[in-house]
């Protein structure tokens, strides 16, 4: 099974760190935070990345090489313009082949076992999802006995984690360019085609200065 890490956003709100180094570079603990997620997917045994990117995405190639020191094998999809994360994961199906895939957001810090991901995908898609943060309170999807609904009214609610195992047939049907994830994925909840889980961990959207310093405290905690 391959999985993909979505490194293509620009970051915007943790500048001025991101004017000159790309999101998925910024260091945590004096570790580039996609290294966290390369080093975790090696050791649940998935080895094939592909790894999309736009904004300086040349420096995450020349950091990152061909993953070899990080004992994966990594290809590339270069973006020229941002293709959204579903324009961004469609781009890249070529490299991604035919079967199911994982998918994960470059921006995340968890401490999530990916190996939990290496079994059969019934539907289409199987996501991982969160207690809603601070910054997310209301939540984006209902998860009710295995399968994940979109969210109702009264129900309570969990975030998508940035985590999930993708069917290249959730795609059919797309032709290209710029458009969301969350679109498909609400198509196929509506079908009873969206499995999910709950991550029970440690796991941060390291969207914002705050959130890094979070991060920064969670890694000095577990050494």
Known sequence: MKAMILAAG???RLRPLTLHTPKPLIRAGGVPLIEYHLRALAAAGFTEIVINHAWLGQQIEDHLGDGSQLGVSIQYSAEGEPLETGGGIFKALPLLGDNPFVVVNGDIWTDYDFSALRQPLAGLAHLVLVDNPAHHP?????LMDSQIKDAQPNAPT???SGIAVLSPQLFSGCTGGAFKLAPLLRTAMAAGR??????LGHWVDVGTHER???VETLIKGAH
Do not use: I, N, P, W
């Open 10 to 12: 620009k970051g915007e």
């Open 158 to 160: 969990l975030t998508y």
């Open 138 to 142: 209301t939540g984006d999807f209902c």
């Open 194 to 199: 969206v499995s999910g889980e709950r991550l």
């Open 212 to 214: 890094l310093a979070e």
